[in-house]
Nanobody, 122 residues
Framework: QVQLVESGGGLVQTGGSLRLSCVAS??????MGWFRQAPGKEREFVAA????????TDADSVKGRFTISRDNAKNTVYLQMNSLKPEDTAVYYC?????????????????WGQGTQVTVSS
């Protein structure tokens, strides 16, 4: 079992930045990812990273604005979000797999955090 705790969400104006953090309860070298879910919409893949830093992103929605990274020594994965837009408003979830392979399908992730709210005002 792995418990995940996200932090760093909040209210920010359009064009602003936030950095989300997700701390795992134990060391994991498996894939970890970020997803988001806006009201009335399905959960959407944002980005994922393997233990060596290999990255998979949803290029269409966050290209050039969001960056995922991880610090294996701290059991932590980050999501740096720049140039935020109102359409980025959502609950952001951290997730971890029981596999080292990065994927974008939420059903293939085994552990989930409670989520952190990001609200971007126009």
């Amino acid at each position: 079992q792995v418990q995940l705790v996200e932090s760093g969400g909040g209210l920010v104006q359009t064009g602003g930045s936030l950095r989300l953090s997700c701390v795992a309860s134990r060391r994991t070298l498996n894939a970890m990812g970020w997803f988001r879910q806006a009201p009335g919409k399905e959960r959407e893949f944002v980005a994922a990273i393997d233990w060596r830093g290999g990255i998979l992103t949803d290029a269409d929605s966050v290209k050039g604005r969001f960056t995922i990274s991880r610090d294996n020594a701290k059991n932590t994965v980050y999501l740096q979000m720049n140039s935020l837009k109102p359409e980025d408003t959502a609950v952001y979830y951290c997730a971890a797999r029981s596999s080292p392979v990065v994927v974008s399908t939420p059903e293939l992730y085994d552990y989930w955090g409670q989520g952190t709210q990001v609200t971007v005002s126009s």
